[in-house]
């Protein structure tokens, strides 16, 4: 398993959230064309922090994101409704996806395979999680039914996925990167028999 200093989990740390506000939503930060970093940020986090502290810090900075959006800068609130706590546990599945895959991680390329299915579990179950709790509980859909969520799913899954394998490939790669450039497990990486 990936062990990491205290000092390399809080620059990760600032990263993770620092790419969220970069790219979440519409909001005054937001960099054009960039996808939404939300839910790669999750499965990161989950990864490389692993603390239910650091779960719970991008959990309310995504709250607040999204409370300046709607409530400061005119941003239409259609997917703030009553299923919105319901992010609470699409965006654990996404945590607990990059926990499992740190306990599955060896640095070889042989972990391309856990790493492939943790993010396409984790994901699944996200966008199952939020967009099924939107479709049935916002009150935005008359007479919501199995059918038509799963055509909602096939139609916006895909995407969201996309968006994943742009953000978790381009974390792979500077991880691969930092792993050649210094010959380590990983940045400020301690040995298990070190910690």
């Known amino acids: 398993m990936l062990q990491l200093s205290s000092r390399a989990r809080l620059g990760l740390g600032l990263g993770l959230a620092l790419l969220m506000l970069a790219t979440r939503g519409h909001h005054f930060a937001s960099l054009e064309n960039l996808p939404s970093a939300s839910w790669s940020v999750f499965f990161l986090a989950g990864f490389y922090l692993r603390s239910k502290w650091a779960f719970l810090a991008l959990m309310v900075e995504a709250v607040l994101l999204d409370v300046v959006a709607v409530g400061f800068q005119g941003v239409s609130d259609f997917c703030v409704s009553a299923a919105y706590p319901m992010l609470l546990p699409a965006y654990g599945a996404l945590f607990l996806g990059g926990r499992w895959f740190a306990g599955q991680y060896r640095p070889q390329l042989s972990a391309l395979l856990p790493l492939v299915l943790s993010v396409l579990v984790a994901s699944s179950l996200c966008q ?7 479709y049935f509980f916002s009150g935005r859909f008359a007479d919501p039914t199995l059918a038509e969520l799963g055509q909602r799913l096939l139609r916006y899954g895909p995407r969201s996925l996309a968006s ?3 953000y978790i490939g381009t974390a792979a790669l500077l991880h691969a990167a930092v792993l050649a450039a210094t010959g380590s497990g990983a940045p400020n990486a301690r040995r298990e028999s070190d910690a």
Do not use: E
């Open 128 to 134: 199952l999680i939020s967009s099924g709790s939107f």
């Open 164 to 166: 994943m394998g742009f």
